[in-house]
């Protein structure tokens, strides 16, 4: 290449561009990330496949399940260098409800806590609530490609006569249909018995049986849940990036100053009627009109303020904004929000004064618990009026006293509760509803039985409970087991008398 210069330019600064002359440098991979090695990770996917073939192979969802998951979590961490430790306490908290009662419910917190002890463990630490919460929702979107860019190293590594690119494209094209492919397949076949019956057809004479198809569809499938969980530490960069608040949507036009003011006004008037209707029928004991009875009063109105609660709460959110400058609106929506606290404490009033007449059941006892937590939500909604916080803030606090509502009621047996309320009264409370409740509401009907000293449900009931296989234990069935083992002792011993 001829050298470059520039006529009328001073000698002293002539050969001043001397770089443009040089030949471009090959391209260089970023050495920014460390890459972590491949053996260790391949030997703990084989570990954690084997185990979770031995603990949830054949098995139902329990104890093993919380078990195996303590396992990816304790792998991780120790691939991570053993940093955030925390992550593990995470996990093991998630995973108790599962350890208590195997249910939609508890596996879906057991998931939850998967990923959030992931994260922390990845992260190295506690680095706050919304980093941590966004550093989750990062992992689970950016697992695929994570797992796609190490299935493709590892491919790198183990065929380095291949070119890199084709190595790239054909684990970037087949992974995901492959790995989806076999679960989709394991799940068919196991649903369909003509399917079975065809693969039975298909498989040679002295090949290898349906069972291990499917036992090789379940490695597969448990090998491609870890692998996430596996290439974690190689995201860590990306799980740290910071929170970006997200900007909510502009209000309808509809929403300004104006419109606020009256809505406020005419609300607090409005509300204040049915306050005041409340104190004076169910707080003051005043008698209610002819024809009119509490259960009546009660069910016609607890599921429909619950209703105005929650959308109270929405607007609340929705127009504080055109409140911050009026101190008197500001006033307005505290008073507002505040009655609509006291409406929910009467629409749990009312609800109360219906179960005492009618009985509990599912659908009252989940409305109980769902009125509390609006009526923490809508404190919350004061709070964040009275100390000027942001949306964003209300909204995380909300999702939080709702996740931590379902985790309480995780460790709750409803059908056992409601059998002790509707037995436990001076009469008997709807006995058809308690005979359809499942097993869990048996020692409080047999209890009930053995005292009165007749049958209240048809058919023969169960009279002992035993566990065929460990990996399906659960903290509530054996908690069954030992009340209806000395039930059953204490109604032999009344029924054969000693001598």
């Not at 009033?349 to 009618?358: D, F, G, N, P």
């Not at 460990?470 to 903290?475: A, P």
Request: charged share 10%; with cysteine.
């Amino acid at each position: 290449m001829k050298t470059f210069l520039i006529r009328g330019v001073p000698n002293s600064v002539q050969m001043d561009g001397w770089w443009i002359n040089t030949p471009p440098r090959a391209h260089r991979p970023e050495t920014g990330r460390k890459e972590q090695p491949l053996l260790p990770r391949l030997i703990a996917l084989l570990a954690l496949v084997m185990a979770g073939d031995a603990l949830t192979w054949q098995a139902q969802p329990g104890l093993s399940l919380a078990l195996f998951g303590m396992l990816i979590l304790l792998a991780l961490w120790l691939l991570n260098g053993r940093r955030g430790g925390g992550g593990l306490a995470v996990g093991a908290l998630l995973s108790l409800p599962l350890v208590e009662q195997p249910q939609a419910l508890s596996q879906g917190f057991f998931a939850l806590g998967l990923v959030l002890g992931a994260s922390w463990i990845v992260l190295g630490g506690w680095h706050g609530l919304s980093r941590w919460l966004t550093a989750a929702l990062r992992f689970v979107t950016g697992a695929p490609a994570a797992v796609c860019s190490e299935v493709s190293r590892g491919a790198n590594v183990a065929f380095s006569k291949r070119p890199q690119a084709s190595l790239s494209a054909l684990s970037q094209g087949w992974l995901l249909p492959l790995g989806m492919g076999l679960v989709f397949a394991a799940l068919l076949l196991s649903a369909n018995p003509m399917m079975q019956g065809w693969l039975t057809g298909l498989l040679p004479a002295h090949g290898p049986s349906v069972e291990t198809v499917y036992r090789l569809l379940f490695w597969c499938g448990t090998a491609l849940l870890i692998l996430p969980f596996l290439v974690a530490p190689a995201m860590r960069e990306r799980l740290k990036l910071g929170y970006t608040t997200p900007a909510l949507p502009a209000a309808p036009a509809a929403f300004n100053a104006g419109s606020v003011c009256r809505s406020l006004l005419l609300f607090n008037a409005l509300f204040a009627v049915q306050t005041l209707s409340d104190i004076t029928y169910l707080w003051g004991g005043v008698a209610l009109p002819d024809g009119m009875t509490y259960a009546a009063y009660a069910h016609r109105g607890a599921y429909p303020l619950l209703a105005t609660a929650l959308l109270a709460g929405v607007f609340a959110l929705l127009t504080r904004p055109f409140t911050e400058g009026s101190r008197a609106l500001r006033l307005a929506l505290l008073a507002w929000v505040a009655q609509n606290v006291f409406l929910v404490l009467s629409s749990l009033l009312r609800l109360e004064l219906y179960v005492a007449q009618y009985g509990l059941t599912h659908l009252r006892m989940a409305a109980a618990i769902w009125m509390v937590v609006v009526a923490l939500g809508l404190a919350l909604v004061i709070y964040q009026v009275i100390r000027n916080k942001p949306a964003s803030w209300l909204l995380t606090r909300a999702a939080l006293l709702g996740l931590a509502a379902l985790y309480a009621a995780s460790f709750v047996s409803f059908s056992a509760t409601i059998a002790r309320h509707n037995l436990g009264q001076d009469r008997l409370l709807d006995p058809d509803y308690v005979c359809s409740l499942n097993e869990h509401a048996l020692p409080a009907v047999t209890a009930f039985e053995m005292r009165v000293g007749h049958a209240i449900c048809p058919g023969p009931r169960l009279t002992t409970l035993q566990f065929a296989d460990w990996r399906e234990w659960g903290f509530r069935d054996w908690r069954l087991q030992r009340s209806l083992n000395a039930l059953t002792q204490a109604e032999e011993a009344a029924t054969w008398p000693t001598y």
